[in-house]
């Protein structure tokens, strides 16, 4: 039916073809900003929130950094490319940081 379109080519209606940019051309330094907040923010969201609604910090804390180090060192590697994939250490080191600031904001009481 619609033969002559090229499946790589994306139009949004703006009258004009747009690339599709595939996960490895999204590099660089804002990609790599953007990756490094998402790892604190999901930190501090692991770390304040169950500890805020009860549980432990000795149970939230060990899980959490056992979670992290399974996600970063293990399913990093075998479900996304090495172009996407980045330093799983620093990425590591991004989730602890968010982690203790998760922590740190449940201990002051906020």
């Known amino acids: 039916m619609n033969e002559g379109i090229d499946p790589k080519r994306l139009c949004v209606g703006c009258g004009r073809d747009l690339e599709l940019e595939s996960a490895s051309t999204v590099m660089g ?18 770390g ?19 979670v992290f180090a399974a996600k970063e060192f293990w399913y ?12 799983s250490v620093k990425d590591f ?9 998760g922590v740190g904001l449940y201990v002051v009481g906020l």
């Open 29 to 46: 330094q804002e990609f790599d900003l953007v990756s490094q907040l998402a790892h604190v923010f999901s930190g501090i969201c692991f």
């Open 48 to 66: 304040f929130f169950p500890a805020h609604f009860g549980l432990s910090l000795w149970i939230v804390v060990p899980l959490w950094l056992a």
């Open 76 to 87: 990093d590697y075998k479900y996304e490319s090495a172009a996407v994939r980045g330093s």
């Open 93 to 101: 080191a991004f989730c602890v940081l968010g982690l203790a600031m």
